[in-house]
């Protein structure tokens, strides 16, 4: 089954121990994307990922780093979580960056006291 | 730059009615395209739908049609018939980047 994989889907942490939330695909897309949730905000793209080894800023990227190191893993990184990071995050997948709609994974709620 | 405008954050629509969700679009791309998605109180991001700017006809899929008028930047979802189930947020998204609008929450009233 096609899927984009998030873990883990709840964590409540505190200010400044660093964390990673992991995201797999198995569709071998080349195209992988972070976003977070705000209310009122929408989801707003944090990093993305075009292929292996190619990452780049999305337009909220401070707080946060992202590798890729394989195709199918894309894992986000909170160095020092903040309370402003708390927020409902999303990865997602597509064959590539234009008119192909993009799989996202179930979500991660991230709570940081 | 682009940007995604839904002005609605909420709207209330009776079960059976048809009912219009707002996206409007700013971009200098020459040739862009527009997605909706569906997010259920549960979480997860659907796809409902997407229509290309050199599309020809408005895009429909079951329920689901965008009313795409170029010359207006806008890219409107139309649901007909709307059902219990069709209460979410819902979202427009152009392609590229996959840059989002804030979401209109819709409600179903039996």
């Known amino acids: 089954e096609a899927q984009v994989t998030q873990n883990p889907r709840y964590l409540i942490t505190v200010t400044g121990k660093k964390l990673t939330v992991t995201c797999s695909q198995n569709m071998n897309h080349e195209y992988m994307s972070w976003y977070r949730q705000d209310p009122g905000l929408g989801l707003r793209q944090i990093y993305y990922?075009?292929?292996?080894?190619?990452?780049d800023k999305g337009d909220v990227p401070e707080g946060y780093k992202v590798s890729r190191k394989e195709k199918r893993n894309f894992p986000l990184i909170l160095e020092s979580p903040s309370p402003n990071q708390t927020s409902l995050y999303f990865c997602?997948?597509?064959?590539?960056?234009?008119?192909?709609?993009?799989?996202f994974g179930q979500g991660t709620r991230l709570t940081v006291v | 730059a682009q940007k995604i405008t839904q002005t609605q954050p909420g709207m209330f629509v009776q079960e059976k009615e048809a009912v219009t969700l707002d996206c409007t679009y700013d971009?200098?791309?020459?040739?862009?395209?527009l997605f909706w998605y569906k997010q259920p109180s549960s979480g997860e991001m659907i796809f409902l739908i997407y229509q290309g700017s050199y599309d020809q006809q408005n895009a429909t899929e079951g329920r689901y049609s965008l009313n795409f008028q170029k010359a207006r930047k806008s890219a409107n979802l139309v649901i007909s018939a709307s059902q219990l189930g069709d209460s979410a947020m819902y979202f427009c998204a152009m392609r590229g980047k996959l840059i989002f609008g804030q979401g209109t929450e819709l409600s179903v009233k039996p």
């Open positions: 971009t200098s791309d020459p040739s862009y395209g």
């Open positions: 997602a997948s597509r064959i590539q960056q234009g008119n192909t709609e993009a799989f």
């Open positions: 990922s075009m292929n292996v080894e190619v990452t």
